[in-house]
């Protein structure tokens, strides 16, 4: 069965920052690309970043450019999310979604967490 | 690419068939995905690829489309399926999802 499960979320200042992480299991890592998708209260999703199988590439909404840094550790078959400077408009429920890649083409979304709190405020 | 989705809302009778459009702003091929979303729970994708349903996914659900016209339709609507539908396309990043559809059974 797969499971992705984040955590890291929380309350922090607008210019703070902030480490999510989302670990992976019951699939075969190396196979997916790893994303970041967030939800702003009452508003409707928005992906953040994304970061192929191997992680040679991290790509980016051009709202977080710059700001936010996007990892993976295949030894612990995680991917993480660094926040950096962040704003009021950065407050959201965070996702990370697990999709499959074949032939250096990466599929929608197959699998995802059930997200992780965040809360920019002063 | 901009995702344009509709309706924004319909509210509909059990045992209804619902339509929900997506138009992208350029091509996209089959590079699309529909996913439901509930409250409080994990996104789930009923269907890639444009028209492939995923595994476990009722058969209720289809979807249909190529290039910019993508039509994910619910027949025989069922309680459970309340909540709010988003398609995506994968096609070229910065990946984009389309505005939601909100079903009110």
């Known amino acids: 069965e797969v499971h992705l499960l984040e955590s890291g979320g929380g309350q922090v200042r607008p210019g703070e920052s902030l480490r999510l992480s989302c670990v992976t299991s019951g699939i075969t890592y190396s196979d997916y690309s790893l994303n970041w998708v967030r939800q702003a209260p009452g508003k409707g999703l928005e992906w953040v970043s994304s970061?192929?199988?191997?992680?040679?590439?991290?790509y980016y909404a051009d709202s977080v450019k710059g700001r936010f840094s996007v990892s993976r550790d295949d030894a612990k078959k995680s991917l993480y999310l660094q926040l950096n400077s962040v704003r009021a408009e950065d407050t959201g429920l965070y996702f990370c979604?697990?999709?499959?890649?074949?032939?250096?083409?990466?599929?929608?979304?197959?699998?995802w967490g059930q997200g992780t709190p965040v809360t920019v405020a002063s | 690419i901009q995702m344009t989705q509709s309706p924004s809302s319909v509210s509909a009778s059990v045992g209804d068939t619902v339509t929900i459009t997506c138009r992208a702003s350029?091509?996209?091929?089959?590079?699309l995905g529909w996913f439901q979303h509930g409250p409080g729970r994990a996104p789930k994708v009923l269907i890639s690829d444009a028209t492939s349903l995923q595994n476990g996914v009722s058969s209720r659900f289809s979807g249909s489309g190529s290039g910019t016209e993508f039509t994910l339709t619910i027949t025989s609507l069922q309680p459970e399926d309340f909540g709010i539908y988003y398609c995506l396309q994968v096609k070229s990043f910065p990946l984009t999802f389309g505005g939601g559809t909100r079903v009110e059974i």
């Open positions: 970061i192929s199988p191997s992680g040679t590439h991290g």
């Open positions: 350029q091509d996209i091929s089959r590079w």
């Open positions: 979604a697990a999709a499959i890649c074949r032939s250096g083409d990466c599929y929608t979304f197959d699998f």
